[in-house]
């Protein structure tokens, strides 16, 4: 879509949003700002700048804008579900490798979408384990997508060309397919599946045959890629694939196995990252769309257990992904007072809260991750949640939440943001 073409999109767009208009100029200022930086993209009539937000000409977009930015709903806004546990690849750094139990059954999934899309949840992420694996995962998509926007995580395992027309036709706005690196033989290792890259590869090649899916792949970048200047080439090699986004992380240490090493990389590489996807956005080709630039403290921040939940295949809930924490199970537990009990003890930070605090966490653990609801309420006492990221100091103003703690309760205080 053209620069122009682009601009009367997001005019339309507002149009049928005019609420956002209710908001105060400096938050409006942030958001034009921000969107600017992504183009958008018209695939199978939805309008979308990065796969991270539903379609802005969306009902999920609508109540973003109307649910959380005008009502400021303490609901989440993005949620996560790991459909099943079950998968054929053994990614070293897999962030699901360490939690066990008895997974959810399908009514499960199905109530806690229900639950959280009343919460206030627009987007939601499906996951696993290999998501294909769920027999269910097309009813899934279609209950998910009353009101919200889709996105599917998938290595491509078991994947054909009816599952994926199934799924597109169940409400599906988003695909990103697993693939790490380049080269075939590092990405085989790195997933511990002989063949993963060609199983990747021909996923590609199915989404791209059915059409009107957004199309990306979710790229784990290592510390060693980045180190030695090799993202680009990375991305370079992405863009030959005809994908519409590069969804790009780096790995995490959610496992005690990535908690060594000095695993987690500097924020000076953070920012590197960020400037690369700036300018490789500036550029015709796929939108790059670098996880760690949205959570930056120049953009909104880690809202892990503040505008974020997990759950997990067993029904575990933790504040992202990333973090291996639980706070109550949905089998048990209503979904929505798990949520009142982790929000009252995180608010957002201004970096990830997994590669700030995981040398807390481990050793708190001791030993296997992820910690109980007991030892995460102890390890949260030391934590340091930093100041917001500038949309929410801006979204707040002097009242952002701020949390402390003590043994008798969890306090309040005025965030230092805007003054720093």
């Not at 609508?62 to 079950?86: C, K, M, W, Y």
């Not at 199915?206 to 790229?219: N, R």
């Not at 102890?378 to 043994?407: I, M, N, T, W």
């Amino acid at each position: 879509m053209s620069e122009k073409a682009g601009f009367f999109a997001v005019a339309r767009a507002l149009a049928g949003n005019p609420q956002i208009l209710r908001l105060k100029p400096s938050l409006n200022l942030f958001l034009l700002n921000y969107l600017r930086k992504f183009k958008i993209r018209e695939v199978g009539g939805n309008l979308i700048l990065h796969s991270h937000l539903p379609p802005i000409n969306s009902d999920a977009y609508g109540r973003f804008i109307d649910e959380h930015l005008r009502r400021r709903s303490e609901g989440p806004s993005h949620a996560q579900i790991g459909v099943t546990n079950a998968c054929p690849q053994r990614c070293a750094y897999c962030y699901n490798r360490d939690r066990k139990g008895i997974p959810m059954d399908k009514n499960t999934i199905l109530k806690t979408i229900d639950d959280l899309r009343r919460m206030g949840v627009f987007w939601l992420g499906l996951t696993g384990g290999e998501p294909l694996l769920n027999k269910d995962l097309v009813e899934i998509t279609e209950k998910a997508a009353n009101h919200c926007a889709v996105k599917l995580f998938t290595t491509g395992c078991t994947l054909t060309r009816r599952l994926a027309s199934d799924l597109k036709s169940a409400g599906l706005f988003s695909v990103s397919v697993s693939l790490d690196d380049w080269r075939e033989d590092i990405h085989d290792k790195t997933r511990g599946f002989p063949g993963a890259f060609r199983t990747a590869l021909g996923a590609i090649e199915t989404f791209k045959e059915i059409g009107d899916i957004h199309l990306g792949v979710s790229a784990v970048l290592s510390p060693p890629m980045i180190r030695a200047s090799q993202t680009e080439t990375f991305i370079d090699f992405l863009e030959s694939l005809g994908i519409d986004e590069a969804w790009l992380s780096e790995t995490k240490p959610s496992v005690r196995s990535y908690g060594k090493d000095d695993p987690v990389i500097t924020e000076e590489e953070r920012a590197e990252l960020a400037r690369l996807q700036d300018r490789r956005n500036r550029k015709s080709g796929l939108t790059v769309n670098y996880l760690a630039h949205f959570e930056g403290p120049e953009h909104f921040g880690c809202n892990a257990g503040h505008k974020m939940i997990y759950i997990d295949p067993f029904g575990d809930a933790s504040p992202c992904v990333f973090a291996p924490m639980t706070f109550g199970n949905v089998a048990r537990t209503p979904v929505r007072e798990i949520w009142k009990e982790m929000r009252a003890v995180f608010s957002p930070g201004s970096s990830c809260f997994m590669n700030k605090n995981y040398g807390l966490l481990q050793e708190k653990a001791g030993g296997a991750l992820p910690l109980s609801k007991k030892d995460s309420l102890a390890v949260l006492r030391d934590v340091d949640f930093g100041s917001p990221g500038r949309f929410f100091r801006l979204f707040y103003g002097k009242s952002v939440p701020f949390v402390r703690f003590s043994d008798q309760k969890n306090e309040t205080e005025e965030s230092r943001g805007e003054r720093e």
